[in-house]
Antibody, heavy 119, light 109 residues
């Protein structure tokens, strides 16, 4: 069964850092582009970042460029998101997802992990 | 930035009725890279439609997508009790690379 499981969320002060992880199973991880999408009640769903299977290409939404770093370890079937210089507006549920080439969309999603940035 | 505007905001219907949801893009969506998702409370989004009109694996045929360019539609031919949820459209290819609509809630009348 194809499965994604996020971890690493929590409460952090503004300016702090947090590292999210996403464990993948049930598919050939190294063949799949992966991404992070976040959701807030106010802004809805927002794409954050994606990375190709070989880590050759990464992309970010402008609001996180220079602060967040997406990476992957294909030997461990794990996707990561290093979040630095966190802001209150980064508060959201963060989902990892498998990006499919056909359709350029996310066909498998994890259950999400909550990140709260607050003093 | 390609902005996706979904309408209506809320759709109140009864089981068995037909639901028609709209997603309008501020610019043409390249290669019809337009997807639809369903989300229920406390759950992650679930992919329904990709490429504007192709059903994802395991999605019942009562769900169909249509449209091209800037105007897209998700149709649920006969609402089942489990279809009452929030639906989002998503595009690829603009800047930022991916954007989502604000959602349409389909509620029981």
């Amino acid at each position: 069964e194809v499965h994604l499981l996020e971890s690493g969320g929590g409460l952090v002060q503004p300016g702090g850092s947090l590292r999210l992880s996403c464990a993948a199973s049930g598919f050939t991880f190294s063949n799949s582009a992966m991404g992070w999408v976040r959701q807030t009640p106010g802004k809805g769903l927002e794409w954050v970042s994606t990375i190709t299977g070989s880590s050759e290409y990464t992309s970010y939404v402008d609001s996180v460029k220079g602060r967040f770093i997406i990476s992957r370890d294909n030997s461990k079937n794990t996707l990561s998101l290093q979040m630095n210089s966190l802001r209150v507006e980064d508060t959201a549920v963060y989902y990892c997802g498998r990006r499919v080439d056909q359709g350029r969309c996310f066909d498998i999603w994890g259950q999400g992990t909550m990140v709260t940035v607050s003093s | 930035e390609i902005v996706l505007t979904q309408s209506p905001g809320t759709l109140s219907l009864s089981p068995g009725e037909r639901a028609t949801l709209s997603c309008r893009a501020s610019q043409s969506v390249s290669n019809n890279y337009l997807a639809w998702y369903q989300q229920k409370p406390g759950q992650a989004p679930r992919l329904l439609i990709y490429g504007a009109s192709s059903r994802a694996t395991g999605i019942p045929d009562r769900f169909s997508g249509s449209g091209s360019g800037t105007d897209f539609t998700l149709t649920i031919s006969r609402l089942e009790p489990e279809d009452f949820a929030v639906y989002y459209c998503q595009q690829y290819g603009g800047s930022p690379l991916y954007t989502f609509g604000q959602g349409t809630k389909v509620e029981i009348k």
